[in-house]
């Protein structure tokens, strides 16, 4: 289940809670009794090593430059 933080808007309160994705709990302040909202958190996800978009493939080995094919001269 992921871990969303609920915020007070009026006394700022933040607070931490698990539950799914579809519920929608009504969560209260505890220190002013107010209706918390949910607020968007930084995560902790880092893509590291070899095999991810700039280490890995045709943009590697251009140095970071897209190509594009080279077009047919007509003769």
């Not at 799914?20 to 930084?42: D, Y």
């Not at 943009?59 to 897209?66: D, E, I, L, S």
Request: aromatic letters at 8%.
């Amino acid at each position: 289940m992921p871990i969303y933080e609920y915020q007070c808007p009026k006394c700022a309160t933040t607070k931490e809670l698990q539950h799914g994705m579809t519920e929608s709990p009504k969560v209260k302040c505890s220190s002013c009794g107010a209706s918390m909202k949910r607020v968007i958190s930084a995560n902790s996800f880092q893509l590291k090593g070899d095999g991810w978009f700039k280490t890995s493939g045709s943009y590697a080995k251009t140095g970071g430059v897209k190509s594009t094919p080279a077009k047919k001269a007509e003769a």
